[in-house]
């Protein structure tokens, strides 16, 4: 579920590879032309439960990612208790660091989510990644392609980006190992970067200079005044309680997986085209 999103696409490839039969729930059938080849598509809708007793037909194990408003949770996890293995895709609400305890109404719907699969009979795994490297690409990328400065706030407030492709690799393996069943983990990349080091190395990865501006968080917000007021808030108040913080670096990728967690310069390097080219305009 959630099969077309960068980390739930990133699933479905891993799976194919390893020979097992793959589902992957959509929306819309055109978006099955996102998917790798042998994946069978069925068409789906988290909001209409109803909707997912086909696709739910035969199935051992499922990748979770919420896509939807709350309101149909309880009756969603209904019918996923009749499928043995679920990994869900939830954040990292529960850790104590201050990033993560700013009032987040996602928070408050994965805990209601990971209420009502734990009360299942299922196998449960519960991933936790922190920051998404991928949040670069929807915060600078344009700004980066158009050769501008990125004018962003609490430039030394750090974090931890995760590849989604080191997510994608915990998912698989709990879907089809037993060793992680039972499982709550938190997933983090390998090392506590700035958010100005981050702009500094997509620069350096691209073999130029993009410029970083600090402003003052209150400009910040008038300029982002476009962004839901919910989700503004909450990431002020996670990089301003962060500060002086340093950032959560967990081993759990390199634990389970066995080799290091991707570092955010891999990430920019792998999709480095989405920043444009190496030459400002």
Known sequence: MGATGRVGSAVADLLVKTGLPVRA??????????????????????????????????????????TAPPDTAAEVVERLARVPRIV????????????????????????EIETLLASSAVELTV????????????????????GRAVRWTYGEAQTAPVDEQDVAAVGVRALVSDGLVGGDYVLTG??????????????????????????????????????????????????????????????TVTDILGVPARSFREWVSDNAMEFGSATAP
């Open 25 to 66: 729930l959509t929306h819309r059938s055109e978006a099955a032309t996102k998917l790798p080849a042998g994946v069978d598509c069925v068409v789906g809708d988290l909001t209409a439960p109803e909707s997912l007793d086909a696709a739910l037909d035969g199935v051992g194990a499922v990748f979770l990612v919420w």
């Open 88 to 111: 869900f895709l939830s954040a990292p609400f529960r850790t104590p660091h201050p990033f993560f305890q700013q009032p987040n109404p996602m928070a408050t719907m994965f805990a």
């Open 127 to 146: 991933i936790r990644p922190g920051m998404f490297a991928s949040n670069a690409l929807s915060w600078w990328a344009p700004t980066i392609r158009a």
């Open 190 to 251: 390998p090392e506590a970067l700035s958010q100005a080091e981050q702009v500094r190395i997509i620069g350096d990865v691209l073999g130029r200079v993009v410029p970083f501006v600090d402003l003052p968080p209150e400009e910040f917000r008038e300029e982002m005044a476009a962004w839901p007021p919910q989700a503004l808030n909450m990431l002020l108040g996670a990089w301003g309680a962060t500060m002086d913080v340093p950032a959560l670096v967990t081993t």
